[in-house]
């Protein structure tokens, strides 16, 4: 066996549903399975223990699950390149899980060469391992304007000759022109891999869709391989913040969660769990008016402390945030955001902008961070609150607690809280006797829920998998990993004249 590509229409078409489904369905039948993606930009990462590099390595979020989907252990092979926006024009580029510096609009040309050969090396290592590799693509693969270098889509199906089946979500509309343009805009090498298409978060009645499916068949010669359908109970971990949603409260009398949505956030997924609280009312919030009302405040982590710390003053969320600290109510700072809620932020070495700046955080916790050029990437453990507690380190800053009490990876003053351990509301225990801090800071008790959120993860996993076992013929997508693409596909015009 060899892999497939899985494609889409669009960025968050839902490529990273079905290679996860796909995974967990594979597993189910005892094929080895493994995910992979050539190149993430996302500020949504995760540490693993990479046994095969004897190391601690940074992949993007939606890899690591991926590979819990296959259950077989995450690694850096997985996600070869990720890329970490620090501003619109400049990104900090992780090769092989180990910082490898930054990437602007100047220097892609050149620097995408170079990260092209690690990506296919990372590709062609886990061929040799096992059965099948799942390959998520990134964007849309007719972004004609990059495809010379592109390593990615097309060209990681060209140097794997991986046959490609294209995605497309019907809940945003125009799905069949969508998935026609997209044939239809490669070129002929390109289309050649092309096998078929699968239809995204469908709602009503099949009947109703499948004319549309039998004239995409007829104009491209291509089937579709399944139509999955919106369910509402499907939420993953999410690439990256296009589409940023709270959690609505099922209860009347619930705890209101303000997460503050900076402008470069990261691992946000660390509120993940406490949206699977039913009492929690977790939102995000952009201005002061948003905080009224909150019983704690999240200020979660980001790519750019520094930057995202001015735009938290420029909005007036600074003093916000230190009024609702005054009034006694709790406030919960993790990673960048804890490093914001101490004394000082020094950065001598130009890490996150110009070397030498050096600005007063919100003063909450007695702390001060510094930049280094070294990142930290750790799977710390401890206790907290009188309960076990683990997590993820990733940073470059350095956090020196002065005073305070003693926290997880930071430091307590009150009901202030601050951590550099993202992940750590995933510890069950630890996330309940938080929340009933919170409570009480708010002069309310609160009963501690039993929400395991390791199954509800398994649950979410296995639903993906019952998804496409159902809904996609997995047994004609095996045929492509084996057999290939048919030889006989015709050619779409404006590719075709090319």
Known sequence: MSGLLVAGTTSDAGKSIVTTG????????????????????????????????????????????????????????????????GGDTRSHVVVMGQPAGTLSSTNWE????????????????????FDVVVAEGAGSPTEINLRAGDYVNMG???????PTVVVGDIDRGGLFAALFGTVAL????????????????????LSLLAPGIDELTRLTGRPTYGVLPWHPGLWLDSEDALDLDGRRARTGEALRVAVVRLPRISNFTDVDALGLESDLDVFFATSPRDLLGADVVVLPGTRATLSDLAWLRSR??????????????????ICGGAQMLGTRIEDPDGV???????????????????????KVLRLPEGTGLGQP???????????NVASGDAFPGGARVGAVFATMWHGSLESDGFRQALLAEVAAASGRVRSPSEVVFAERREERLDLLGDLVSEHLDVDAL????????????????????R
């Not at 990681?156 to 991986?162: F, I, K, M, Q, V």
């Not at 050649?192 to 298409?197: K, P, T």
């Not at 507690?389 to 956090?399: A, C, K, L």
């Open 22 to 85: 796909l995974c967990r369905a594979l597993r189910r039948r005892g094929i080895d399975v493994a995910p992979y993606k050539a190149q993430n930009m996302s500020n949504n990462s995760m540490v693993c223990a990479d046994t095969t590099l004897d190391r601690f390595s940074e992949i993007g979020r939606a890899q690591w699950i991926q590979a819990r989907a296959a259950g077989v252990e995450p690694e850096a092979a997985m996600n070869p390149v990720l890329l970490k926006p």
């Open 110 to 129: 050149d620097g995408r060469v170079e990260l092209a050969r690690a990506a296919h090396a990372a590709y062609d290592d886990l061929a040799s391992r």
């Open 156 to 162: 990681l199906a060209r140097h794997a000759g991986l």
């Open 186 to 205: 490669l070129e002929p090498a390109d289309q050649r891999l092309i096998a078929g298409f699968v239809a995204n978060k469908f709602r009503g009645e």
């Open 316 to 333: 007036g969320l600074d003093q916000a945030i230190s009024t609702h600290q005054a009034a006694g109510r709790a406030v919960l700072g």
């Open 352 to 374: 996150e902008g110009k070397a030498g700046a050096s600005v007063d955080g919100l003063g909450l916790v007695s702390a001060t961070t510094t930049f280094g050029a070294d």
């Open 389 to 399: 507690v683990s997590g993820y380190e990733i940073h470059h800053g350095r956090f």
């Open 478 to 497: 095996l045929d492509l990993v084996t057999s290939g693409v048919p030889a006989d596909l015709p050619l779409l015009p404006p590719g075709s004249q």
